[in-house]
């Protein structure tokens, strides 16, 4: 009873109890599209809703796909990394006999759901991490999951991680196709000249606006704004030009990402090398470990992603012998460059 009464209580109050129906609602009318043979992926898709994201998006896939319509699953900690999984949708996409959901654990994002057959929404994972949890839901709608639907489960986890599999005929037959899906607001993407090599030209000096706040290391992912779920850009490389990632270029960092953050408090810049995520940039000039020609990579996650093209331009330049130009300006001035 007392367990009962707990998970009740965020209905004692007004806005747990409005959430609550909201969430509800949502899921009554997901779960009659679904029905029709709708993929519950390509609706959360869609409906690019906060409120659906994240942990609420795992209640709807364990009430609608594991509960109500019994859907196959099958789970694994990836034992490989997978750099591209959007390249994966055409093999899934083959796969008309069965209906298919991936669900990823991301490490600062979340819980992230995909449509496994379109590679726009395989894209929203990223690079796929060793160690992290997926899992694969696959069914028929509202037609009885059967083996077949198991087997799928099994060999698309296989995909993930790499392994080359062979569809049996019976998977490529069937009326499980894709259809084409358009989020709601779109998401402004980065364009392609990202990643052009760096301005050999420095930037005009840096105007020092008001009084930025303290470099924070990336802690957590920024919650979302009413424009939609939080999501997560590829990483993108920069490569370092200086002989040496030195205190300059570091500092030069700092201030670009800061500046980056004064404009667009809702984001968040999370910064890699060596494929592990580095939660203090300073680090990154311990023992002069990073050189010329490394790569040092970046990725942006918010709701209404924007300046990734300029952010990358002026990492490059931080990286370069031309890091002086953003050292301009007050210490506790925040530069504006975006």
Same mark, same amino acid.
């Given at each position: 009873?007392?367990?009962?009464?707990?998970?009740?209580?965020?209905?004692?109050?007004? =806005?747990?109890?409005?959430?609550?129906?909201?969430?509800?609602?949502?899921?009554?009318?997901?779960?009659?599209?679904?029905?029709?043979?709708?993929?519950?992926?390509?609706?959360?898709? /869609?409906?690019?809703? /906060?409120?659906?994201?994240?942990?609420?998006?795992?209640?709807?896939?364990?009430?609608?796909?594991?509960?109500?319509?019994?859907?196959?699953?099958?789970?694994?900690?990836? /034992?490989?990394?997978?750099?591209e999984p959007a390249s994966l949708a055409?093999?899934?996409?083959?796969?008309?006999?069965?209906?298919?959901?991936?669900?990823?654990?991301?490490?600062?994002?979340?819980?992230l759901v995909a449509n496994p057959k379109?590679?726009?929404?395989?894209?929203?994972?990223?690079?796929?991490?060793?160690?992290?949890?997926?899992?694969?839901?696959?069914?028929?709608?509202?037609?009885?999951?059967?083996?077949?639907?198991?087997?799928?489960?099994?060999?698309?986890?296989?995909?993930? /991680?790499?392994?080359?599999?062979?569809?049996?005929?019976?998977?490529?037959?069937?009326?499980?196709?894709?259809?084409?899906?358009?989020?709601?607001?779109?998401?402004?993407?980065?364009?392609?000249?990202?990643?052009?090599?760096?301005?050999?030209?420095?930037?005009?000096? =840096?105007?020092?606006?008001?009084?930025? &706040?303290?470099?924070?290391?990336?802690?957590?992912? &920024?919650?979302?704004?009413?424009?939609?779920?939080?999501?997560?850009? &590829?990483?993108?490389?920069?490569?370092?030009?200086?002989?040496?990632?030195?205190?300059?270029?570091?500092?030069?960092?700092?201030r670009i990402v800061a500046s980056y953050?004064?404009?667009?408090?809702?984001?968040?810049?999370?910064?890699?090398?060596?494929?592990?995520?580095?939660?203090?940039?300073?680090?990154?000039?311990?023992?002069?470990?990073?050189?010329?020609?490394?790569?040092?990579?970046?990725?942006?996650?918010?709701?209404?992603?924007?300046?990734?093209?300029?952010?990358?331009?002026?990492?490059?330049?931080?990286?370069?012998?031309?890091?002086?130009?953003?050292?301009?300006?007050?210490?506790?001035?925040?530069?504006?460059?975006?």
């Open positions: 009873m007392a367990k009962e009464l707990a998970n009740l209580e965020i209905l004692s109050q007004r =806005p747990g109890f409005n959430s609550a129906v909201r969430h509800i609602k949502k899921t009554i009318a997901i779960m009659e599209d679904a029905e029709n043979r709708e993929n519950l992926a390509d609706m959360l898709f /869609e409906a690019d809703d /906060e409120e659906m994201a994240g942990d609420r998006a795992g209640l709807v896939l364990s009430i609608l796909l594991t509960d109500k319509m019994k859907y196959k699953t099958v789970s694994a900690n990836l /034992e490989s990394v997978v750099a055409k093999e899934f996409e083959k796969w008309k006999a069965v209906d298919l959901v991936a669900a990823y654990h991301h490490p600062e994002m979340g819980l379109i590679a726009e929404e395989l894209a929203s994972f990223g690079a796929l991490r060793k160690r992290e949890l997926l899992v694969v839901y696959a069914g028929k709608g509202s037609t009885p999951a059967d083996g077949e639907c198991q087997k799928a489960a099994e060999l698309a986890i296989k995909l993930f /991680e790499g392994v080359k599999v062979k569809a049996p005929p019976a998977l490529l037959r069937g009326s499980f196709t894709v259809r084409k899906v358009k989020q709601q607001s779109a998401e402004p993407r980065a364009p392609k000249a990202v990643r052009k090599a760096p301005r050999r030209q420095a930037p005009t000096a =840096p105007v020092a606006q008001r009084a930025a &706040p303290p470099v924070v290391t990336q802690a957590a992912v &920024p919650a979302a704004s009413a424009s939609g779920p939080v999501r997560m850009t &590829p990483r993108y490389a920069v490569v370092v030009q200086n002989e040496l990632f030195h205190n300059g270029n570091v500092e030069a960092w700092k953050n004064n404009k667009y408090p809702n984001l968040q810049v999370f910064i890699y090398y060596d494929g592990e995520r580095i939660l203090d940039i300073n680090s990154l000039f311990k023992w002069g470990k990073v050189k010329h020609g490394s790569a040092i990579e970046f990725a942006v996650a918010g709701s209404d992603i924007k300046d990734v093209a300029k952010l990358q331009r002026y990492l490059a330049q931080g990286a370069s012998h031309q890091f002086e130009a953003f050292l301009r300006g007050p210490v506790n001035t925040a530069l504006r460059l975006f």
